[in-house]
């Protein structure tokens, strides 16, 4: 199980987003973004450990890929819907596979908050991020 934490400074005002994707360079490119934008990340490469970590960590959002090793984005969707404490945590997919073969629809469907294909628009990305944790948790970020 390989993951990162970049969580060194904890502010109490500093949202945790965790990355799943079994790519390197999404994983870090994608957290180094998001620290900029000053959320706090974990990152995961495989499905079994994104439900390990959404209970240890416990995430406020999950960014999570469709093709991933020890079970697929549908499942880790499926998993975080069957426990209550993580059922309430948004996911956002951001994945490889093409929206029109029913991956959008199907994400949707199974608990996801937004669907975007890999590379994003960064600020569409960050908006809905924004969004989704205002809507789930009342977050405000640090500038409000």
């Known amino acids: 199980m390989e993951t ?9 005002n500093r949202a945790k987003i965790m990355v799943v994707d079994d790519d390197p360079y999404i994983r870090v490119g994608l957290s ?4 900029a934008n000053n959320y706090d990340t974990v990152n995961v490469c495989d499905g079994y450990s994104a439900i390990a970590m959404a ?8 960014i999570l ?11 880790v969707l499926k998993h975080l819907q069957d426990y209550p404490a993580l059922s309430v945590i948004p996911v956002i997919v ?5 929206r029109d073969e029913g991956n959008e629809r199907r994400s949707l469907e199974s608990g996801a908050v ?4 890999k ?3 960064n600020a569409e990305l960050l908006a809905v991020i ?8 009342g977050w405000r970020g640090l500038d409000s």
């Open 55 to 62: 209970q240890k960590e416990k995430p406020h959002l999950i």
């Open 130 to 137: 924004r969004a989704n944790l205002q809507m789930a948790w």
């Open 32 to 35: 180094w973004r998001l620290r």
């Open 94 to 98: 951001l994945t490889g596979r093409d």
């Open 119 to 121: 590379p994003p628009d």
């Open 4 to 12: 990162e934490s970049y969580s060194e400074r904890k502010p109490i």
């Open 65 to 75: 890929d469709l093709g991933l090793p020890a079970g697929d984005g549908f499942a």
């Open 114 to 117: 937004a669907f975007f294909q």
